[in-house]
């Protein structure tokens, strides 16, 4: 059985197509993206420099941290160049009823 908890997060028309933004969800500091329409969810801090991730530039499914241009794939939140080396955890994603719903657990 499923006992996955889900959180209404935000509205999907609140993430800008291909866009990132930042916003706390159950008292989490959450990195949203729409990448060509698709919702994806990482933690917001980059593990290399502690930069926002939400203030960095989403290209594709990378969204390059602000600080020192590492980035991360936003799908699986692996790092995809120098100098990250850590991955940010990602989260699964839901959208229902125009609304997007993450698992945080």
Known sequence: MDNTQWIDATAMDEVPEDDVIGIMVAGRDIAMYNAGGEIFA????CTHGHARLCEGFLEGHEIECPLHQGRFDVRTGQPSCAPVTEAI????VRIEGGRVWLALD
Not at 42 to 45: C, E
Not at 89 to 92: D, L
């Open 89 to 92: 955890r990602s989260y699964p």
């Open 42 to 45: 990482t933690d917001n801090i």
